[in-house]
């Protein structure tokens, strides 16, 4: 019972960090990327680049949710370890 909880609360705050970190990749990569003139010499200039905006936003995306599932990863074995170890300390006090 409390594993299912704790699950469902490490993947609804694995969530909301994931769009934490997007929110606020977004907003900084958008302000270099507006920047005066920038996003004209990526289009017209560098054509090596196809989409660059498309791109741009995909890589943040991901990258969100990578940072998002580390943190998941190393919190999860905690509390795993943590509940377990109380499952077998509270039979013992008795």
Known sequence: RASSTVNSMLKFLNAKISLAFRSRLTQHFNSLYFH?????????????ISNP????????????????SLY???????LDIFLFFRGI?????Y
């Open 72 to 78: 998941s990863d190393v919190t999860k074995p905690l």
């Open 36 to 48: 005066p003139m920038m996003y004209y010499k990526v289009i017209n200039i560098d054509s090596r």
């Open 53 to 68: 905006d498309q791109a741009l936003t995909n890589t943040i995306q991901e990258w969100a949710k990578a940072c998002a």
């Open 89 to 93: 300390v509270t039979p013992c006090r």
